[in-house]
T-cell receptor, first 112, second 110 residues
Framework: NAGVTQTPKFQVLKTGQSMTLQCAQD?????MSWYRQDPGMGLRLIHY???????DQGEVPNGYNVSRSTTEDFPLRLLSAAPSQTSVYFC???????????FGSGTRLTVV | TQLLEQSPQFLSIQEGENLTVYCNSS?????LQWYRQEPGEGPVLLVT?????EVKKLKRLTFQFGDARKDSSLHITAAQPGDTGLYLC??????????FGKGTHLIIQP
């Protein structure tokens, strides 16, 4: 069982570049979400989805886009990378609201 | 915005000691989850508490949900070096994902 798979594990971007962080789950979970983790700030919700075709903004959505065309995949797009987006990004999925989340192992992104 | 305050932020104790980590909020949550995270990995779910006053035990770990569903605690008995990690509480308010506390960094020294 793969669980939640995130790629890449590490990425260095130049300011202004765009990229997509991939997230896939094989548990047929309806709920998926993206978080960023910064020192002293904890995990903060970027975007979330409660099913294919349905997405919404979390606490810190600016500079990020998401789409959910299938149940399995929930990519996160950085439109124009900024140094403030240097962080560790986690994708997570859950059977439904109130159930525990399964997290991926994260993508460490550095924007220079 | 719902906020969760965790305390202490850092805790370093000797093997065999007991400890308690607290998670407090001014908001009511439908349920609360505790996760443990190790360096370079994503958080791993330990427990979900749903009912006010609920107590759950996981071996040497005891989790309690406050009667008003605004606070929770994690108590570890006879801590071991393998308990070292970042402990995170997360509130579930609705469909919009989890609200995390900033975490407690726990170090258990042999």
């Amino acid at each position: 069982n793969a669980g939640v798979t995130q790629t890449p594990k590490f990425q260095v971007l130049k300011t202004g570049q765009s990229m997509t962080l991939q997230c896939a789950q094989d548990m047929n979970h309806e709920y998926m979400s993206w978080y960023r983790q910064d020192p002293g700030m904890g995990l903060r919700l970027i975007h979330y989805s409660v099913g294919a075709g349905i997405t919404d903004q979390g606490e810190v959505p600016n500079g990020y886009n998401v789409s959910r065309s299938t149940t399995e995949d929930f990519p996160l797009r950085l439109l124009s990378a900024a140094p403030s987006q240097t962080s560790v990004y986690f994708c997570a999925s859950s059977y439904k609201g109130g159930y525990g989340y399964t997290f991926g192992s994260g993508t460490r992104l550095t924007v220079v | 915005t719902q906020l969760l305050e965790q305390s202490p932020q850092f805790l370093s104790i000797q093997e065999g000691e007991n400890l308690t980590v607290y998670c407090n909020s001014s908001s009511v949550f439908s349920s609360l989850q505790w996760y443990r995270q190790e360096p370079g990995e994503g958080p791993v779910l330990l427990v979900t508490v749903v009912t006010g006053g609920e107590v759950k035990k996981l071996k040497r770990l005891t989790f309690q949900f406050g009667d008003a569903r605004k606070d929770s605690s994690l108590h570890i008995t006879a801590a071991q070096p393998g308990d070292t990690g970042l402990y995170l509480c997360a509130g579930v308010g609705g469909a919009d994902g989890l609200t995390f506390g900033k975490g407690t960094h726990l170090i258990i020294q042999p």
